[in-house]
């Protein structure tokens, strides 16, 4: 009798902690490899709030990137589907008006939105500038009711956009963007309504400039590597800094707090800032997909790690399960899943397969197996036993010819239903309208035209000096 009721009790508290929706926040870091964090056992680097934050939360040994490079992951966490079917093919292109994202869902269950950081949706190329007020595909035209942000990567000291005021700062970006966020929260946690807060670091990406006191641990590498590597050390305290205010304020226990990365690590960093994995960002091998993935809610999650598959797709459904949202919230067809089941106990093997399709490159992963070309145009696809070698050595398409012709089948079938949702017919139209912008620099944008004289004088926009941090190397192009 005494465990009955135990049980009962348990799942009444359950069952309330569901009622009272919780409190959601999103935090992306930019170009940070999956084997770079101290939980994974980097030789050099130390991350103390991501290792707590592991430990205490859903850790995932294969947590993936909704895409290789940066704002097709963007809209795959916003979207839910795979990048392509909302337009955005690579970095720099614009996300759909027609898509529905989770801050418009959220916005109408009776959540309050924010956005922070890196926006990289509206169609610009070239290093973060503030977002115009008036840009038509400004984060509060995708359901964020306040926002700081700006078009792209930006780094130390950044000019940024608070709802369309420019607004300059000082210090090293991600304790920017955290700051700001917790001004978020402070402002409507006494509110009666829960929180959504969109957090996209503009770090690790280059140019790598960290502030001495972050780089003074990595003197013997390069000096690229030890600022990539010193922005490292800031992303980990202002996740920190952000933990620390969720439990001050009395509401971490009832927030569901998801970090991960927008693709794969970097080449050229040393160390290996991939653990390994063969392939970088650009690459649909395991190094240029698999990220850093934690999922933290105190209130219902047992903390430990996981080997299920998941994806940055995987998130706007795992929200909608959660809060109760319609399904006319989401566009149809949806590549993630609800991760909710995985939050008390292991779940099987994942059913869904993850489809990934960047330019020619394109794979598919299932529970085991995983099948990639790295050049669609030629026809050749490879296959490999994920579980008994991620490192992908080992091509098994003539071995496990069976497998390798099924996974094929389904791989094609797949890059067809994207190929139809591109040229838009899962909307109501039928068709793409508007008509997708081109993705430009946003110095060639004739809005800001008026703000180029001012802006140009800033060290960021300065070919010469982008990306060569004191004692740091040039970076010739800064596209993504």
């Known amino acids: 009798m005494k465990s009955a009721l135990l049980s009962i009790l348990l799942l009444t508290l359950c069952s309330s902690l569901f009622a009272a929706k919780p409190n959601i926040i999103f935090v992306m870091a930019d170009d940070m490899g999956w084997g770079q964090t101290g939980y994974r056992g980097h030789p050099i680097l130390k991350t103390p709030n991501l290792n707590a934050m592991a430990a205490n939360g859903l850790r995932f040994e294969r947590f993936y990137a909704g895409n290789p490079v940066c704002s097709p992951t963007r809209a795959t ?17 614009a996300l759909r008006l027609q898509e529905k994202t989770i801050a418009q869902a959220l916005k109408g269950a009776g959540y309050v939105t924010g956005h922070f950081g890196k926006w990289h949706l509206n169609g610009f190329k070239g290093p973060g500038a503030p977002v115009l007020r008036d840009d038509p595909r400004s984060p509060g035209a995708f359901g964020f009711d306040e926002w700081v942000s700006v078009t792209n990567f930006f780094d130390q000291n950044p000019i940024m956009s608070r709802g369309g005021e420019f607004v300059e700062f000082k210090g090293d970006s991600s304790d920017i963007v955290v700051a700001e966020a917790a001004k978020f929260i402070d402002k409507h946690r006494p509110g009666d ?19 001495e006191a972050d780089k003074a641990a990595f003197g013997d590498l390069d000096q690229a ?51 390994g994995l063969r392939g970088h960002k650009g690459s649909v091998y395991e190094g240029g997909l698999r990220v850093p993935g934690i999922i933290e809610w105190p209130a219902m999650i047992k903390p430990r790690v996981t080997s ?8 706007f459904p795992t929200v909608a399960d959660i809060v109760g949202l319609p399904s006319e919230s989401m566009i149809q ?11 008390a106990d292991e779940i099987g093997e994942r059913r869904k397969p993850l489809g990934f399709r960047f330019g020619n490159k394109i794979a598919m992963t299932g529970p085991r197996f995983k099948i990639l070309s790295e050049n669609l145009k030629e026809g050749s696809f490879q296959l490999y036993d994920i579980l008994s070698d991620p490192h992908e050595t080992t091509d098994l398409s003539e071995k496990e010819a069976s497998v390798f012709e099924q996974m094929k089948k389904e791989l094609m079938a797949w890059s067809d239903s994207v190929s139809a949702s591109f040229e838009g017919r899962d909307y109501p139209e039928g068709k793409v309208t508007p008509p997708d912008p081109e993705s430009i620099p946003w110095t060639d944008h004739p809005s800001y035209k008026p703000y180029l004289g001012d802006l140009m004088k800033r060290w960021e926009y300065q070919p010469t000096t982008r990306g060569a941090g004191k004692g740091g190397k040039k970076m010739k192009k800064h596209t993504n």
Do not use: Q
């Open 77 to 93: 966490v916003l979207t839910g589907r795979t990048n392509e079917r909302a337009g955005v093919l690579t970095h720099g292109f």
């Open 193 to 211: 309504k829960p929180l959504f807060a969109v957090i996209w670091f503009g770090t690790p990406h280059s140019p790598f400039k960290a502030l």
């Open 225 to 275: 590597s030890a600022n990539h590597y010193g922005e490292l050390v800031a992303l980990d305290r202002a996740m920190g800094t952000l933990r620390k205010k969720l439990c001050d304020v009395g509401i971490a226990d009832n927030t569901l707090l998801v970090f991960n990365s927008d693709n794969g690590g970097l080449p050229e960093v040393k160390p290996s800032s991939t653990g």
């Open 308 to 315: 299920y598959p998941a994806c940055t797709f995987d998130l």
């Open 333 to 343: 067809p949806l590549d993630g899943i609800s991760l909710k089941p995985l939050f």
